[in-house]
Structure formats: C-alpha cells, structure tokens
C-alpha cells in the first residue's frame, strides 16, 4: 500500500506519496503540487502500478501509446507541477513539435534521428539557439517521464546535443543613453511611463515582475522602505530596498490614489520603450536592457558584489549572474589587482 501525507513548502500545499519500489524493494517517496482528490487519483494509481511491478517497466495496460496521448499526459502532469508561464511555454513548444511529425504517431516510433531533424528544422526556420535549446529540453523531460510512467522503454532525447550558443552579450545602457531615453520620455509627456523605466531602473526586474498580479500596492512597504518582488521564475521571492528615487515614484503614484502602481499590460510595455529607444536612437536595446543596466552600473561602479547582485536580479545561483556580467567582473578584477600599487 502507498502512503499519502499533506506537506506545506514554498511552492504551497502539496502531498507527499511514499511506496515500495517492486524492483529496488526500497522506499520511495514522490512530492506532487495538486489537490487532494487528484492526489488521491495518483496514489492509487501508483498501488496498481507497484501491484503490477511495472514501476520502470513497459505497462501492460498502455502496450502502445500515441503522441497525441503522452503529450495530454504530461500537460495534465506539468498543470499540476509547474508553473502556468511554463505550462504556456511547454505548450507553445509541443504545438511546434506536432507541426513537426505532421501526424500522429506511436510514441516509440520517436527516435533520436526524429529529435535531430526537428532540432536542425527549427534552426533552418530561423528560431533562436537559445530558443532551440529550451525546446529540446522541454522534450527531453517529458519523455524521460515517459519512461519514468512505464509508457516508453526509452527517451529518445538522451544523447541529443544542445546547440552550442556563443557567449552572451549583455545590452545595458550606458549612462548618458539612460539620459537621452529620460529626455524622449519627458519630451512625449508621459509620465507615468517614466516612472515605469525608473522602477526598473532601480530594481532590476523582469518586465513582468511590476505589473500586476504580481504587483501590487501590496509589495510595496514604506515603512520598512522596501518592495517585495515574485520572481516570474521558479516563484521565487525577493525584497529590493527604495532608494530614494525608488521611494519618489512610489510616493507620487500613491498621492494619485491609483488602484495598483503600474497598470500596463506587458505588450504594451514592449513596443512602448521600443518606439522610445528609436526616437532616443538607442540601438539593439529592448526592456530586458533596463533590467541588465541596473546590474551593470552597480558592479561597474562597485556599488555591490556579483553575490549581492545575484540576489538582487533573483538569479538561481552567482553562475547565472556571472555569465551575464564577466566582462564587468574582470574589469574590477584588473582594478583590484592595480590597487595593489598603492599598497605596496
């Protein structure tokens, strides 16, 4: 018999299945992000697998499953696991790969050579490397659930490789282009859009990140002079202290009496600043630049650390902030090695 137990962790409420494996006759336990009746469902349905002894295996009551079927499978399984950006994204993603096959198919009828082609397809119809990437990840996990729910004997994924995407380069605005995009703004009269582009100027969010749902009158604690951020990513949550131009636009938009600080929608935000780069002519730069310029000025004018940094932009690690900023770190690296003249 499986065990069923309710557990509370940053995601929220989730419920904790315990079993027996049947081949490594060890106790295993699988954490689920869903509701108690579709926990119940799960459970259930992990008994009759461990009855079986299929845990791992071909299941004999799925000798043969379409595409079409594993992939409602995994939508349901990542609704009830994953975030509804990713769910969104993931379905973009699997629409891609079912234009691809053109048919439905059995799914062990997908082979590596089947994953190549469509690899090399998105990249001769002009997709992204990076875009590439995250679809042939997205692909490689859901059929490595596959073969976790006995359905596939193996993923047809494993092997594959990433295309090989060259060194990011990191648009951020320099000091007097910051200047010059104020100055386009003011000149248009809009200052409510102004005020947007400090915010992230002096936050370092994600687009989305200040706008609501995730943003609201809520986050924003004068008291202890401070905004609370939900990451768009992995729900994460971070505090980013108000400096004093932080504090000066929350203050004005509050004497507005306004339902929620930044009510734009995220499309709108896009081609706004777009329209407002061209007329500062400020090349190659889009609203994630304002986001990478705030980390930028506090390493290039030692303000912060890289740690301190990563955990104001809410990366995942220092490695992530690392690999955006390196080419700043190791001009301060050259900068403290020089201040050794001084010393010695």
Same mark, same amino acid.
């Given at each position: 018999?499986a065990?069923?137990k309710?557990?509370?962790?940053?995601?929220?409420t989730?419920?904790?299945?315990?079993?027996?494996? $049947?081949?490594?006759?060890k106790w295993t336990t699988?954490?689920?992000?869903?509701?108690?009746?579709v926990?119940l469902r799960?459970?259930?349905?992990?008994?009759?697998?461990?009855?079986y002894?299929v845990?791992?295996?071909?299941? $004999?009551e799925?000798?043969?499953?379409?595409?079409s079927q594993?992939?409602?499978?995994?939508?349901n399984?990542?609704?009830?696991?994953k975030?509804?950006?990713?769910?969104?994204?993931?379905?973009y993603?699997?629409?891609?790969?079912d234009?691809?096959?053109?048919?439905d198919l059995?799914a062990?009828?997908?082979?590596p050579?089947t994953i190549?082609?469509?690899k090399e397809n998105?990249?001769?119809?002009?997709?992204?490397?990076?875009?590439?990437s995250?679809?042939?990840?997205?692909?490689?996990a859901?059929?490595?659930?596959?073969?976790e729910?006995?359905?596939?004997?193996t993923?047809?994924v494993?092997?594959?490789?990433?295309?090989?995407?060259?060194?990011?380069s990191?648009?951020f605005?320099?000091?007097?282009?910051?200047?010059d995009?104020?100055? @386009?703004?003011?000149?248009?009269?809009?200052?409510?859009?102004l005020?947007?582009v400090?915010?992230y100027?002096?936050t370092g969010?994600?687009r989305?990140?200040l706008?609501? $749902?995730?943003?609201t009158w809520?986050n924003?604690?004068?008291?202890?002079?401070?905004?609370?951020i939900?990451?768009?990513?992995r729900q994460?949550?971070?505090y980013i $202290?108000?400096?004093?131009?932080?504090?000066?636009?929350f203050m004005?938009?509050?004497a507005m009496?306004? +339902?929620?600080?930044?009510?734009?929608?995220?499309?709108f935000?896009?081609?706004k600043?777009a329209k407002?780069?061209?007329a500062a002519?400020?090349?190659?730069?889009?609203?994630h630049?304002l986001?990478?310029t705030?980390?930028?000025?506090?390493i290039?004018?030692k303000?912060?650390?890289i740690?301190?940094?990563?955990?104001?932009?809410?990366?995942?690690?220092v490695?992530t902030?690392?690999?955006?900023?390196?080419?700043?770190?190791d001009?301060?690296? +050259?900068?403290? @090695?020089?201040?050794l003249?001084?010393?010695?």
């Open positions: 018999m065990t069923l309710k557990v509370e962790n940053k995601k929220g989730a419920y904790k299945i315990g079993f027996m494996h $049947p081949e490594t006759k699988k954490t689920i992000h869903t509701s108690y009746k926990a799960i459970k259930a349905e992990i008994e009759k697998d461990v009855a002894g845990i791992g295996k071909m299941n $004999p799925l000798r043969k499953i379409f595409w594993l992939k409602a499978k995994y939508k399984y990542a609704k009830r696991n975030s509804p950006k990713t769910v969104d994204r993931e379905k993603i699997l629409n891609n790969f234009s691809f096959l053109g048919s059995p062990d009828k997908i082979t050579n190549d082609r469509f998105r990249i001769k119809d002009g997709a992204s490397l990076s875009t590439v995250i679809e042939i990840r997205c692909l490689r859901l059929f490595n659930k596959a073969v729910w006995g359905v596939l004997r993923n047809p494993k092997g594959i490789k990433l295309p090989i995407i060259e060194e990011i990191v648009r605005l320099r000091v007097n282009e910051i200047k995009l104020m100055k @386009v703004i003011e000149e248009d009269d809009n200052n409510d859009f005020r947007l400090l915010a100027l002096n969010a994600r989305n990140e706008l609501p $749902p995730l943003f809520d924003v604690d004068f008291e202890e002079n401070k905004i609370l939900h990451g768009i990513k994460t949550r971070r $202290p108000m400096n004093k131009a932080l504090r000066k636009v004005e938009l509050k009496k306004i +339902q929620t600080p930044f009510n734009f929608k995220p499309d935000i896009t081609h600043i407002y780069y061209k002519e400020i090349e190659g730069a889009n609203t630049s986001r990478k705030f980390g930028s000025l506090l290039q004018n303000k912060a650390d740690y301190t940094v990563s955990k104001l932009l809410g990366h995942a690690s490695k902030t690392e690999k955006y900023y390196i080419d700043l770190i001009d301060n690296y +050259q900068t403290a @090695v020089d201040g003249d001084e010393i010695l």
